[in-house]
Nanobody
Framework: QVQLVESGGGLVQPGGSLRLSCVASGSIRSISAMAWYRQTPGNLRELVAG???????NYAEPIKGRFTITRDNDKNTIYLTMNDLKPEDTAVYYCTAEILVERWSDYWGQGTQVTVSS
């Protein structure tokens, strides 16, 4: 059994910062790519940022220069540092990872709410 648990969401004013964490646990043999997605009501889940196990990253255009994804392989954890937050960043943020248990599969966390409002 594998679990991904996100934390760090909350309410922040425009221009503020938050740091999200996602920890993978369970019968994990290896983890490949990990990523953050976000979703707002009535919309599809969209990629925010991704990171390989080698540390290569990619970012969605709307958040480039404001968000940073990092990874601690020893802790099976990724982080999303979000600066200069805007109201349009309000969403539920989900962590996902490609994990080897008996075979490679994609796993998702339950999500953490980020609300940017004055």
């Amino acid at each position: 059994q594998v679990q991904l648990v996100e934390s760090g969401g909350g309410l922040v004013q425009p221009g503020g910062s938050l740091r999200l964490s996602c920890v993978a646990s369970g019968s994990i043999r290896s983890i490949s790519a990990m990523a953050w997605y976000r979703q707002t009501p009535g919309n599809l889940r969209e990629l925010v940022a991704g990171i390989t196990n080698g540390g290569s990253t990619n970012y969605a255009e709307p958040i480039k220069g404001r968000f940073t994804i990092t990874r601690d392989n020893d802790k099976n954890t990724i982080y999303l540092t979000m600066n200069d937050l805007k109201p349009e960043d309000t969403a539920v943020y989900y962590c996902t990872a490609e994990i080897l248990v008996e075979r490679w599969s994609d796993y998702w966390g339950q999500g953490t709410q980020v609300t940017v409002s004055s």
